[in-house]
């Protein structure tokens, strides 16, 4: 993956700046091969303080027409944005897994969930709606509007790469704010296109920009004057990093973090649909999504009867390329993380965890690209390192508990809160623990409990740093100021 392995044919992207395609200053590229065959996709520059600076100032010239563009005429910018992607979603599915090593399946998901926050942000001449009181006193009356903040920014994680980019722009843009995008160095391939699909769509030019990078290109941004607000999703500590840094420079901020999410299943649960939710939830994306089951919480008697079925179910999936339909699981994102990975598994057998599944037999040996297989720990203990840390790949471990109120307290010792489940026939053990679970985002009888685009993001905890989530109406409100207008006539 070093430098010099590039084909000098292999395209260096650019940046995105005032409705043109500009090289990087930087000399600094990076290799961004496709997670399934180590092939070389394209190569990210690292951009400069100066390449931040020409597209914040490029947003910054935009936004003030866009900003007196009516609010009907940037909905209609979406609505076009919104039909264009349909016509490319298969395009864009395919460019998903290339980039990012997810199945072709589970990347027309992602596409479909980014393509419903589009058609949430259609709504904006409604959304953005304020509110009026005739005679506050006596002929006077106050008026509360809502207006874009300016030049607002979002950095984006690697494991969703069209579909975290569109919980931000569409709704930042169509509420009357300029872009600036910067997406992961690892997938920036999603992002690269829709700059390219907005401007056929009709957004003009400099109202979104996009600048690739990592450290260098964040900290620029977050440190710009003309920068009013950040919107953030990846891993904890630099979620932690950058709400302080932002916040520090004055911006408002939203930082979505890392996960560590349990699912309990009580003895009640229906096994048969049970299996297949978990499974999904822990495996799907390979396990790496903010979403993914990490930890079952499996209650009283029904483990002896779960965990064999559990682990059956697991070493079913079949691992392999993306593209090809009979995969059920893609690669992980990189090699050193697929090392992170097994560093886990062998960490969790160290500690005392019983390996029922083991992943690390299940990759295709005729394959080149970044593999781990379904990975299932039963005999978990909420101490060890396999309970507590992200593991962010296909590992699952079990831990077995005899009530719902000490599977409550495993799942609110965790210093996460972004999403938990139960698995129950019961209401009343439902509605127990959705009164007293500590996380944001619940699942009942669902393993993926993912909001959709009108609902906000709600992780909790260690999960997010900020006041208002992505999405839904917490985003309208994000990514919009508000004015009281006091008025009397005489
Ligand atoms: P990451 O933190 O490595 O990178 C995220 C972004 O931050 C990238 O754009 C990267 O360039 C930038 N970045 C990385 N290091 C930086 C630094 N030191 N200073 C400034 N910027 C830096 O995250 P990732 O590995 O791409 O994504 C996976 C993580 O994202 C997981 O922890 C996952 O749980 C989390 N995630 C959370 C949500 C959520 O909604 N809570 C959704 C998706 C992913």
Known sequence: MGARSVKPQVEVLQNFIGGAW???????????????????????????????????????????????????????????????????????????TQENGKTVEEARGEVRRGIEVVEFA????????????????????????????????????????????????????????????????????????????????????????????????????????????????????VAQYIYQTAAAHGKRVQALAGAKNHLIVMPDADLERTVPAIISSAFGNAGE??????????????????????????????????????????????????????????????????????GRAQVPRDETGFFVGATVFDHVRPEMTIAQEEIFGPVLGVIRVATLDEALQVVNRSRYGNMACIFTASGKAAREFRVRVEAGMLGINIGVAAPIAFFPFTGWKGSFYGDLH?????????????????????
């Not at 070493?315 to 990189?334: N, Q």
Request: charged letters at 20%; aromatic letters at 6%; hydrophobic letters at 50%.
């Open 470 to 490: 992505a999405t839904g109406k917490d985003a309208v409100e994000f990514y919009t100021e508000k004015k009281v207008v006091t008025s009397r006539w005489f």
């Open 22 to 96: 500009v090289p990087s200053k930087t000399e600094r590229v990076e290799d961004i091969p496709n997670p399934a065959t180590g092939d070389l996709l394209a190569r990210v520059p690292y951009s400069t303080v100066g390449d931040v600076e020409a597209a914040v100032a490029a947003a910054a010239r935009a936004y003030p027409a866009w900003r007196d563009t009516p609010v009907v005429e940037r909905a209609r910018v979406m609505f076009r944005f919104r039909q264009v992607l349909e016509d490319h979603l298969e395009e864009l599915a395919l460019l998903v």
């Open 122 to 237: 259609c709504g904006m001449p409604t959304l953005m709606m304020g509110n009026v009181v005739e005679d506050t006193a006596r002929g006077i009356d106050s008026e509360l509007i809502r207006v874009p903040l300016g030049v607002v920014v979002g950095i984006c994680p690697f494991n969703f790469p069209a579909m975290i980019p569109l919980w931000m722009f569409p709704i930042a843009l169509t509420a009357g704010n300029a872009f600036v995008l910067k997406p992961s160095e690892r997938t920036p391939l999603s992002a690269v296109r829709f700059a390219d699909l907005l401007t056929e769509a009709g957004l003009p030019a400099g109202v979104l920009n996009l600048v690739h990078g990592v450290k260098e290109a964040v900290d620029a941004l977050l440190a710009h004057p003309a920068v009013k607000a950040v919107s953030f999703v990846g891993s904890a500590p």
């Open 289 to 358: 999504r903010c979403l993914a089951g990490s930890v079952v919480v499996a209650v009283g008697d029904v483990a002896d009867r779960f965990v064999p079925l559990l682990a059956a179910a697991a070493a079913k999936l079949r691992v392999g390329v993306g593209w090809d339909s009979a995969t059920e699981m893609g690669p992980v994102i990189r090699p050193n993380h697929r090392r992170r990975i097994l560093d886990f598994i062998e960490r969790g057998t160290q500690e005392g965890a019983h390996l029922v599944c083991d």
